[in-house]
């Protein structure tokens, strides 16, 4: 059974940093796009980050500059190191993996992120 796990949200100051940390299981992750999604409060989930199976990453323009995604496959873990955090990066993040040559979509249930003083 897939299971996707997102942990390290949290409440932090505008400005400061946080880790969030998907860890996967029944899956590995190096066959897998994976990708970094949001949501914030009555707003559409939005692609924050993506690393391709290959290790090529991309983001929002809204995040660029500012977070980084990184994969550990030995530990089939993905993160995202966000930094410079501000009220608007407030949302749940969510961890998608996603394959492409049958679709397979996998979610974790998220973790809330909140950047408030």
């Known amino acids: 059974q897939v299971q996707l796990v997102e942990s390290g949200g949290g409440l932090v100051q505008p400005g400061g940093s946080l880790r969030l940390s998907c860890a996967a299981a029944g899956l590995t992750i190096s066959r897998y796009v994976m990708r970094w999604y949001r949501q914030a409060p009555g707003m559409e989930r939005e692609l924050a980050a993506i690393t391709s199976v290959g290790g090529i990453r991309n983001y929002a323009d809204s995040v660029k500059g500012r977070f980084i995604i990184s994969r550990d496959n030995a530990k089939n873990t993905v993160y995202l190191q966000m930094n410079s955090l501000k009220p608007e990066d407030t949302a749940v993040y969510y961890c998608?993996?996603?394959?492409?040559?049958?679709?397979?979509?996998?979610w974790g249930p998220g973790t809330q992120v909140t950047v408030s003083s």
């Open positions: 998608n993996a996603f394959r492409q040559y049958d679709k397979s979509s996998y």
